[in-house]
């Protein structure tokens, strides 16, 4: 399954939204050595109950908008 993601690093709270057609996700980490990369990776596996190594980021690795691809789901 693949849905499109706008991440908000920084944010004062962590959290998941509904965004257009996929989801806006609010990271308290920064975007820096892909910390906030892969603090997404961990909400989005634990949101979907999920292992982590079933999410990966296909597109957008240094952009706010990214597309995620998670397997494992029925």
């Not at 706008?6 to 709270?13: F, H, L, N, S």
């Not at 975007?31 to 990369?37: E, F, I, K, P, V």
């Not at 961990?42 to 190594?53: D, F, G, P, R, S």
Request: some cysteine.
């Amino acid at each position: 399954m693949k849905i499109k993601v706008r991440v908000m690093p920084r944010a004062k709270k962590m959290r998941i939204e509904k965004f257009n057609q996929g989801l806006k996700v609010y990271l308290c980490e920064s975007a820096t050595n892909g910390r906030a990369n892969k603090k997404l990776i961990e909400i989005l596996a634990a949101h979907y109950k999920t292992k982590k190594y079933n999410v990966s980021i296909t597109s957008g690795l240094k952009q706010k908008d990214k597309t995620v691809e998670i397997s494992g789901i029925n």
